[in-house]
């Protein structure tokens, strides 16, 4: 098929729908977990990092800044907010009595799980009407997109010092 330069193909418009279409679920998904989280007087960190504690089970406050891309001082403060609201304690690891480890309480699957079961369900019925090829392909994209995602926040999240540096003076001025 030949195409004037510049022109969509049949290919790169349905490759445009699929970029929209990933923008389209990203921003739901986010408005999703806001929407949660302010339920329970959290932010979408707070309720997304509970979610890494639930997949990847206990975890350093070092763990959870490198998997965050939050400073040691904010992850600090953010498990403060989430063991005041009773969803996380802080435990010695028994492997290594000098570290401490962040473990999720049974209070999430009280309080925050029962919102996302309507939803998981939708989504489980979605899935078994896909062929293995299918499911394949999608596990293969959002598995390599949430990789690219971390890589991505982790440049950002570097960068964030060397930025603001460059654009603080080295010295502040004098008062006069």
Same mark, same amino acid.
């Given at each position: ?57 206990? %975890?350093?406050?070092?763990? =959870? !800044? ?6 040691? /001082? ?5 498990? $403060?907010? +989430? ?35 309507? %939803?998981?369900?939708?989504? =489980? !019925? ?6 293995? /090829? ?5 596990? $293969?994209? +959002? ?34």
């Amino acid at each position: 098929m030949s195409t004037r330069r510049g022109a969509k193909t049949g290919r790169d418009e349905l490759i445009a729908t699929l970029m929209f279409a990933g923008r389209d679920y990203s921003t739901a998904a986010v408005m999703f977990h806001n929407t949660v989280a302010e339920r329970f007087g959290l932010s979408v960190t707070d309720l997304k990092t509970l979610d890494i504690l639930q997949r990847l089970g206990p %975890l350093t406050a070092g763990d =959870l !800044a490198a998997h965050t891309n939050l400073a040691t /001082a904010s992850v600090t403060s953010l498990i $403060d907010r +989430l063991q005041k609201k009773r969803l996380v304690r802080r435990l010695r690891d028994l492997g290594d009595r000098r570290r401490v480890v962040v473990k999720l309480t049974p209070n999430l699957e009280k309080t925050i799980a029962p919102l996302f079961e309507s %939803l998981s369900r939708r989504m =489980l !019925a979605r899935f078994k009407g896909y062929s293995d /090829a299918q499911i394949e392909t999608i596990v $293969d994209f +959002l598995t390599r997109s949430a990789r690219e995602m971390r890589e991505e926040a982790a440049k950002l999240a570097s960068g964030r010092a060397e930025h603001f540096a460059a654009e603080s003076p080295a010295t502040e001025p004098s008062p006069e």
